[in-house]
């Protein structure tokens, strides 16, 4: 045992004594490490993307983003919101990694998403929902509407 004694000490020093630690860890800005969200996109017809069947102006997308906003933070199922409305062409989960960590199996990396998704994935506290408004630049595809549930 006295041989093991500067192992385990070294072990419990580097954070491998045994304790499972927090999944999210934060980084300098205070942000986690990682997030798990989901994701309703609220595409217009001219928005990045946008698939040819899409007719609704800017204006109809963006009063629609908000009310699935409102429905969402008074309590309506997300999972449903995201199957009647999204037009995200994945599953609308996402894992993703922020800087400075690596991404594991299918999580994504930030720099991966736009800019105005991953600010606001990354700002939200765990239940918190909301809303990323579109821009030509930092929000190309639309308005996202996203919860935070990791």
Known sequence: MRRLLPFVLLAALA???GNPKPLVKSDAKGEPGRVRVLHVLIPFK???DA???VTRTHDEAEVLAKEILGRAQRGEDFNKLIKE???DKGAGTY???NHGFPAHGPEKRRSELVKAFSKLAFSLGVGEIGL???HSVDSPYGFH???RIE
């Open 15 to 17: 954070g491998c004594d």
């Open 46 to 48: 001219g928005a990045k």
């Open 51 to 53: 698939a040819a069947t």
């Open 85 to 87: 409305f999204s037009s």
């Open 95 to 97: 894992s993703i990694a």
């Open 132 to 134: 990323a408004p579109y």
């Open 145 to 147: 509407v996203i919860k």
